[in-house]
């Protein structure tokens, strides 16, 4: 059973846009990488002050509150995907437009533990999603913005992404991280 979440999905299951995100995760248990990753992105974000919180690196870029924010909304939706395409639901998933989602989005006048615990709770959500799943689940391919996706590569994707964003915490708000 262990080894259906060490399978890394082929380059045949999702869109070629997403290997951009899903080459980032290295080898391993997905579940594993998704929950460690939970720990370490509240162990580097939880000690920032609300202004930190609010820094943004330049003009018209997102506040780390709004980076974390978007985080969340990405992974409610790859997770509500993977739900679907997991119980075999072939409806078409419609794509999604994050600048949208953010600048009307509370994120960016929420309180910064209120949304730590936000990121918890819904990468927690994802955790026990994918405790229900089996390797057919995984292995079923659905069509989200248009183009064929796995349940499976929805969860690295997920794992992913968050990588991607890390990578862009270090490089451009390094000046209030702690």
């Known amino acids: 059973m262990s080894e259906i979440w060490t ?3 082929g380059a045949e299951e999702y869109a070629p846009y997403f290997g951009r995100y899903i080459n980032l995760v290295p080898d391993g248990d997905i579940r594993a ?13 939880a000690p920032l002050r609300e202004e930190q919180a609010n820094y943004r690196y330049a003009e018209g870029k997102w506040s780390v509150k709004e980076v974390l924010g978007h985080m969340i909304d990405a992974e409610r939706i ?5 739900l679907r395409i997991a119980r075999n ?7 999604f437009e ?5 600048q009307y989005g ?3 006048h929420q309180p910064w533990s209120d949304l730590v615990e936000e990121f918890q709770v819904v990468r927690s959500s994802t955790l026990c999603l994918l405790r229900g799943l089996n390797a057919e689940s995984l292995a079923r391919v659905g069509t989200a913005s248009d183009m064929p996706i796995s349940a499976r590569s929805l969860a690295w994707l997920t794992a992913g992404h968050e990588l991607a964003h ?3 915490f270090h490089e451009r708000y390094s000046a209030v991280l702690v």
């Open 106 to 108: 509370p994120h960016a």
């Open 33 to 45: 990488t998704l929950r460690e990753q939970m720990d370490s992105v509240v162990k580097l974000l």
């Open 7 to 9: 399978l890394r999905p």
């Open 78 to 82: 790859f997770a509500y995907r993977l």
């Open 166 to 168: 890390l990578a862009v």
């Open 98 to 102: 994050q600048d949208i989602l953010v």
């Open 89 to 95: 639901d072939k409806t078409p998933l419609p794509g």
